[in-house]
Nanobody
Framework: QAQLVESGGGLVQAGGSLRLSCAAS????????MGWFRQAPGQEREFVAR????????YYADSVKGRFTISRDNAKNTVYLQMNSLKPEDTAVYYC??????????????????WGQGTQVTVSS
């Protein structure tokens, strides 16, 4: 059964960095768009970034553009999210997602049909 497992979350001070990883198993996600979303307490889950199958095309939410970088290593079936210059408003549970059924690289949440369990990122001021 296909599974996505996030890791790398934690507590960091404002201005710091974290690198999230998303390890896929059970199927090859290398042909599909992959994305990162986040959900803060009391908020809806929101798009953060997505990457195409080769890594040659990326797209970011305006709130993270210039600070976050999404990448992937298809040989390891792993997607990464490098987060720099973190702000308290980046505090959320971060989810990795696979866009398998549609494979369009949309920023729309419902188009992603594989999800990890999430990893908590907390940025202190």
């Amino acid at each position: 059964q296909a599974q996505l497992v996030e890791s790398g979350g934690g507590l960091v001070q404002a201005g710091g960095s974290l690198r999230l990883s998303c390890a896929a198993s059970g199927r090859a996600f290398s042909r599909y768009f992959m994305g990162w979303f986040r959900q803060a307490p009391g908020q809806e889950r929101e798009f953060v970034a997505r990457i195409n199958w080769s890594g040659g095309s990326t797209y970011y939410a305006d709130s993270v553009k210039g600070r976050f970088t999404i990448s992937r290593d298809n040989a390891k079936n792993t997607v990464y999210l490098q987060m720099n210059s973190l702000k308290p408003e980046d505090t959320a549970v971060y989810y990795c997602a696979g866009d398998v059924r549609y494979n369009t690289g949309s920023a729309v949440l419902y188009e992603y049909d594989y999800w990890g369990q999430g990893t908590q990122v907390t940025v202190s001021s």
